[in-house]
């Protein structure tokens, strides 16, 4: 009797998250380049990747220090996409952004990626099941938790109450200028 190999769905966040998720080589090479900078030590600055994956073992084989956890002070630190977004609330993001800046060296930087709010579109998105523009929550189908999203304003607010300054701010890891609804990447220093 033949067997079927069921294949595992995506995660409805993933795929929410893909485009900048998809592209470990130009979150390395970004990484890469505001690591060197704020180290200024080509190839060897620490570096914390929560949760590891692909941008973490490509940077840890450019020969960068990669930490998973936290740990003693940092060069850089990188929240991916979904980092802030998964936490369900402002006080929780406000509280994770806290404690990444007390990881950071002086002078050190937070590289926080995420989703240029744009709940107007959202709703239209098929991968959308509901937007609470109060609670700043979007619903994704078939996810099992909310997002929360984070306007650019707020995220500087927050960093800027943990002690860290807006260094720059792109729509993706080559410079393309943020647009409402694209992905943001904003740079913190300390």
């Keep these: 009797m033949p067997t079927r190999v069921m294949e595992k769905p995506v995660d409805p966040v993933t795929a929410w998250l893909a485009p900048l998720a998809d592209d ?13 900078r704020v180290s200024r030590h080509h190839g060897s600055g620490r570096i914390l990747v929560p949760g590891g994956g692909p941008v973490a073992d490509a940077l840890a ?13 940092f060069d850089a630190g990188y929240l991916g996409a979904d980092v802030l977004s998964r936490l369900p609330d402002q006080r929780d993001q406000l509280r994770a952004i806290g404690r990444y800046s007390r990881l950071l060296r ?17 709703t239209a998105d098929a991968r959308v099941r509901a937007v609470d523009d109060v609670r700043q929550i979007v619903h994704l189908a078939d996810a099992t938790l909310p997002l929360r999203y984070v306007w650019p304003a707020e995220l500087d607010l927050m960093a800027e109450l943990a002690g860290l300054a807006l260094d720059s701010r792109w729509g993706g890891w080559y410079g393309e200028p943020v647009t409402c609804g694209g992905f943001v990447v904003s740079v913190y220093r300390s």
């Design 24 to 36: 470990p080589a130009g979150a390395v090479a970004f990484l890469s380049e505001v690591t060197d």
């Design 106 to 122: 002086p002078g050190g930087a937070l590289v926080v990626q995420g989703r240029h709010p744009d709940p107007a579109c959202w």
């Design 61 to 73: 084989g450019e020969g960068y220090e990669v930490h998973l956890e936290p740990g003693p002070r």
